[in-house]
């Protein structure tokens, strides 16, 4: 029996400086973002520049994470961070033990935009607390990654659908945030 997966609704997203948002990324680091272990991580680097680009010209707040067995230094420099922004240091749910809550906390911010690799990992888990947490979570598809198609398949019905998720949270596209 073959299962029909339920369309999802993609949304244009306007961002500015005065909605409160942050850009929130998981880092796309050498050691997973490769032809050999995620060879989708690398056909997603130019779509996040572009929000990265994006997010800094509008003056939008931008925070980095990576895993707790990796320093900042494994990030790729085609969207490493910029001095200043922060970066948290945790498993797969990035509020976990971090001070991700209080950097959002303090800037006022209520939306958080949300792309990386593992999307079975990070994305998920860091989209689904951040909507538990009241924050309304925007994630670009094409912003986040995996091994295969059907963990990021995976990742957008289950934050577009899951109970207390998919009520905060908008699937998009990057060029479709302006």
Do not use: W
């Not at 994006?54 to 707040?61: D, E, N, P, T, V």
């Not at 910029?82 to 033990?97: H, M, N, Q, T, W």
């Amino acid at each position: 029996m073959a299962v029909r997966n339920k369309p999802a609704h993609i949304m244009h997203i306007y961002v500015s400086k005065t909605s409160q948002k942050a850009k929130y990324r998981k880092s796309h680091k050498k050691q997973t973002c490769n032809a050999e272990r995620r060879p989708r991580c690398l056909t997603s680097i130019p779509h996040v520049q572009a929000l990265l680009k994006l997010a800094r010209s509008k003056g939008i707040s931008v925070v980095h994470s990576i895993t707790t067995a990796a320093t900042p230094a494994d990030i790729l420099n085609d969207v490493a961070p910029l001095e200043g922004e922060p970066i948290v240091k945790s498993s797969a749910d990035k509020f976990f033990k971090t001070d991700l809550e209080k950097i959002l906390s303090d800037k006022g911010i209520k939306t958080v935009v949300v792309v990386g690799t593992a999307a079975q990992g990070a994305v998920l888990y860091t989209a689904s607390q951040a909507a538990f947490r009241g924050l309304r979570v925007i994630i670009p598809v094409d912003g986040m990654s995996a091994e295969n198609t059907y963990f990021e398949q995976y990742t957008a019905y289950h934050l577009a659908n899951a109970p207390g998720v998919g009520q905060q949270t908008t699937l998009t596209k990057i060029d479709m945030i302006k």
